[in-house]
Each structure stands twice: as structure tokens, then as C-alpha cells.
T-cell receptor, first 114, second 112 residues
Framework: DTEVTQTPKHLVMGMTNKKSLKCEQHMGHRAMYWYKQKAKKPPELMFVYSYEKLSINESVPSRFSPECPNSSLLNLHLHALQPEDSALYLC?????????????FGSGTRLTVV | QKEVEQDPGPLSVPEGAIVSLNCTYSNSAFQYFMWYRQYSRKGPELLMYTYSSGNKEDGRFTAQVDKSSKYISLFIRDSQPSDSATYLCAMSRVGSQGNLIFGKGTKLSVKP
């Protein structure tokens, strides 16, 4: 089992809905990330939190809103998404934001926007 | 030229074969090199992590980094059907803060 836990595993939402994705890690990692992965493509970085502060936003549309309530939790709030936002959303963590010892990914939330 | 090049395959081998996967890259600033295994509809699983050049072995897996040639490899010995997955190389610079640069992934199938 992965040490980064993501919920829900699957989510179907309409374009007017508001939903949230959740991520939790208990490895004491100080950096957490959101990635988006489309089918047959590698993951793409969306957001970086380092020591609970947002340090990178990779030009992600405002309909995606990240939140880091504490060092173990990371949320991604979704609002007014488009069908092209359907993808696998991956949370990852690392010891520090420089990626020492690699990044641990969760199993992802498979999101479908209808 | 893409920063990281990886042959997408698919690669099909018989059970027990030695598998060789590789990536080339263009950015000499990369210092952290990783191999991930991703099963269908699952998140990537970190297999091997290497800092700078050298070899690293873990069970049936060996990772090699040759910074002079900008070439990294993953070898899988005694391959098993359970190794069938997509293998992604990834790399990053010091201080890059999560900005992993992934290869496109190689889809591997190990036939019983």
C-alpha cells in the first residue's frame, strides 16, 4: 500500500459542481504536490507546497484551488470544471521540496467531468 | 529536442528475460534520477532513486546513471508477468521543487 493516501479513488462531477480531492501522508515529508495525468501521458506538475506554503503554481486555472491545512494534509478544491479536466489527479510528497530521496505518489483520484 | 527522451515501446519479453529500459536527456543540470513503475489506472510507484552518477541495485532491479553521456538505464533481471506495467523515468535539478521532468514511459509486457 502506498504511504500517500488519496480520496476519493473515483469522482464523477458535473460542470457546475463543487468537490474536493484529499491527500494525506504520515511520513513527515515537508513538501507536497498535485500532479495531473492524462491517459497515456506522464504526470504534469500543478502545485507545490513546501512547509505548508504554496511555492509553485504552474499556471493552473483558478477553477482548481489547492489548500494545505497542515503538514500532513493537502486538498484540491474543484469548481466549474470542464470535460477536458477529466484526468487522474495525483498527490505526491517528498522529504524536502528539492526531492531528496524521490517523490512518493498516491494512487490518484480518477476524475470524470460530465 | 525534448528534455527527456524515452522510447514508448511497447516492449514484449518472455518471462525470465533481462529487460533493459533507458532514457536520454539534454539538461546537464539534472542531478536526481528516478524510475517509476505505473500499473494501469494506478499512481506511479518509486522503484529506484539515484543522486548524480553511478549504479544502484535493489533486488532484481539495477539503475545506472551516466551523466557524461546523459543516459540512464533500468535493468530488470528474471522478469515476471507482474512486472508488466509502464515504466517512467523522471529527473530533476537541485532546487527544482517538484518539477519532475518525466519521460513518456515505456510499456512493458512480460509473457508467461
Amino acid at each position: 500500500d502506498t504511504e500517500v493516501t488519496q480520496t476519493p479513488k473515483h469522482l464523477v462531477m458535473g460542470m457546475t459542481n463543487k468537490k474536493s480531492l484529499k491527500c494525506e501522508q504520515h511520513m513527515g515529508h515537508r513538501a507536497m504536490y498535485w500532479y495531473k495525468q492524462k491517459a497515456k501521458k506522464p504526470p504534469e506538475l500543478m502545485f507545490v507546497y513546501s512547509y505548508e506554503k504554496l511555492s509553485i503554481n504552474e499556471s493552473v486555472p483558478s477553477r482548481f484551488s489547492p489548500e494545505c491545512p497542515n503538514s500532513s494534509l493537502l486538498n484540491l478544491h474543484l469548481h466549474a470544471l470542464q470535460p477536458e479536466d477529466s484526468a487522474l489527479y495525483l498527490c505526491a510528497s517528498s522529504g524536502e521540496a528539492n526531492g531528496d530521496y524521490g517523490y512518493t505518489f498516491g494512487s490518484g483520484t480518477r476524475l470524470t467531468v460530465v | 529536442q525534448k528534455e527527456v527522451e524515452q522510447d514508448p515501446g511497447p516492449l514484449s519479453v518472455p518471462e525470465g528475460a533481462i529487460v533493459s529500459l533507458n532514457c536520454t536527456y539534454s539538461n546537464s543540470a539534472f542531478q536526481y534520477f528516478m524510475w517509476y513503475r505505473q500499473y494501469s489506472r494506478k499512481g506511479p510507484e518509486l522503484l529506484m532513486y539515484t543522486y548524480s552518477s553511478g549504479n544502484k541495485e535493489d533486488g532484481r532491479f539495477t539503475a545506472q546513471v551516466d551523466k557524461s553521456s546523459k543516459y540512464i538505464s533500468l535493468f530488470i533481471r528474471d522478469s515476471q508477468p507482474s512486472d508488466s506495467a509502464t515504466y517512467l523515468c523522471a529527473m530533476s535539478r537541485v532546487g527544482s521543487q517538484g518539477n519532475l521532468i518525466f519521460g513518456k514511459g515505456t510499456k512493458l509486457s512480460v509473457k508467461p
